[in-house]
């Protein structure tokens, strides 16, 4: 039976802005105690950060596996003190990547979510955001060869079993990570990472409206269920007493709030046909309001218990 132990961290030097290349070696239990060095991405994708591994690189044994990458996250842990997560579900994220075998598809991609206080990876859901790093890392380790200019690269989302197409910077054929491009929630600019998602209505429920209904009433609330990439339920805040322009340090401190969308949630999970969520990462839920600054609507989105500091894009997507 394996042991896992402490996490040790090498970070390549002059490593370019936007990646920072690691190498992670886990303690494992063996007759003479051998140390097994992993190496993988500590990347940023959209509004979260990552750690990108090729799939060849982990454990076949997806028990095995998942004890690895919670050790890597330090979890379960608030602080996640003894890993490298940053105790925030949007940086104690994991994605796995392969060379694609499939007709027309560049690579697979399986993303993971860290559960921060619990035992628990999941892989009950897509995340677009980390998706944006998928073409870096994937040009970076030599899984697809980049164009001069620009490169178009195909992804299979293993969780859901759609498709992307991600349209990457690579001038005189390499990935560029400096650019102008801006998003919420995230200091600073970079480069953007255009991605085009091919059919993903009912990506995991089976329907665009898992539960056959434009809106349904759930505890005295009118809420919508969609999956678009992503099972989520769009509420309106009003209905919580709020006014939907709370600061997320609000939005976390209100434990009543957060208890009512858990009592929601689990009640539409079986209705959307995710069967129990419990331990699930999805359905994700998010309140809607008018628009605070500029745009046609607001949005606070909980993944599924920590309010997000902007919107996931499956999200987005979605609510869209």
Known sequence: MASWGSIFIKCAPGWR?????????????????LQIGIKSTLMRGGTSKGVYF??????DDEETRDRVLLSVMGSPDDRQIDGIGGANPLTSKVAIVSRS???????????AQVFVDRPVVGYG?????????????AIEQGLVEAKDSTTEMVIHMVNSGDTAIATIQTPNGEVNYEG???????????????LNFMETAGSMCGALLPTGNAVDEIDGVKVTCIDNGMPIVVLPAMEFGI?????????????????????IRLELGPKMNLDDVA?????KMTLISPPQNGGIVST????????????????????A
């Open 17 to 33: 802005k936007k990646a920072l290349l690691t190498s992670i070696i886990l303690k494992i239990w063996r007759p003479k105690q």
């Open 54 to 59: 090729l799939a060849n690189n982990l454990p």
């Open 101 to 111: 075998g499939r007709p027309g598809v560049d690579v697979d991609y399986l993303f």
């Open 125 to 137: 859901q897509n995340c677009g955001n980390i998706l944006a790093g998928i073409g870096p890392f």
């Open 180 to 194: 102008d491009a801006i998003i919420d929630g995230v200091p600073g600019t970079s480069a953007p990472v255009v």
């Open 243 to 263: 006014t939907g322009d709370e600061t997320v340090e609000q939005m976390e401190a209100n434990s009543a709030l957060k208890e009512r969308l858990e009592r």
């Open 279 to 283: 331990d699930k990462t999805v359905p």
């Open 300 to 319: 606070r989105s909980f993944i599924p218990h920590r309010c997000h500091s902007s919107i996931g894009v499956f999200a987005a997507v979605s609510v």
